[in-house]
């Protein structure tokens, strides 16, 4: 059965090591991950209560008044096309209401999706530095 929680306090690494950031050339471990998801406001976990393993995630960076970004939205891929994803989607725009602008990037292709949860098109413009796709180091 497939768990959600929106606590860090019982998740260690090791529960991160399914395979996250599929095509990713250079991923974060599953260390960086975990200090990517402490670091956020706030975060919901997928977890197969089976295997104990976390099997999606989403996280947001809110500065709790105005405005919260939502970075990253992943299911590992034995686990998609289950409804995990928008479960996850669901309980973090929840988390989120209240806060004016809630914003995320994604492909067109990917759009019809989060407009089905209640999202709406926008242009934007983004930075990459891919010599830290792995995590900045501190
Ligand atoms: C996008 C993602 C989170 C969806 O998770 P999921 O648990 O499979 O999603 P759900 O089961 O809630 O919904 C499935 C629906 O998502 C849509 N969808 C998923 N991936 C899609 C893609 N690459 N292109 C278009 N639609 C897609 C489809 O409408 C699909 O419905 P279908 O099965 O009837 O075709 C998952 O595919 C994933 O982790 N992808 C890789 C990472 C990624 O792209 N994240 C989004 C960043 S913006």
Known sequence: MIRYTDSLDSID?????????????????AETH???LRGSSHVWLAV???????????NAISDGV??????LLEVLPAYQRRGVGAELMRRMLRTL???YM????CDAELQPYYERLGMRRATGMLA???ATQSGKVD
């Open 13 to 29: 690494a090791g529960q991160l090591t399914g395979g996250f950031f599929v095509g990713w050339p250079n991923p974060p471990s």
């Open 34 to 36: 975990l200090r990517a």
């Open 48 to 58: 197969d209560d089976a295997t104990h393993l976390v099997v999606g995630f989403v």
């Open 66 to 71: 105005l405005a919260a970004y939502i970075p």
């Open 97 to 99: 209401a209240g806060i």
């Open 102 to 105: 809630v914003d995320l990037l």
């Open 128 to 130: 990459r530095n891919y």
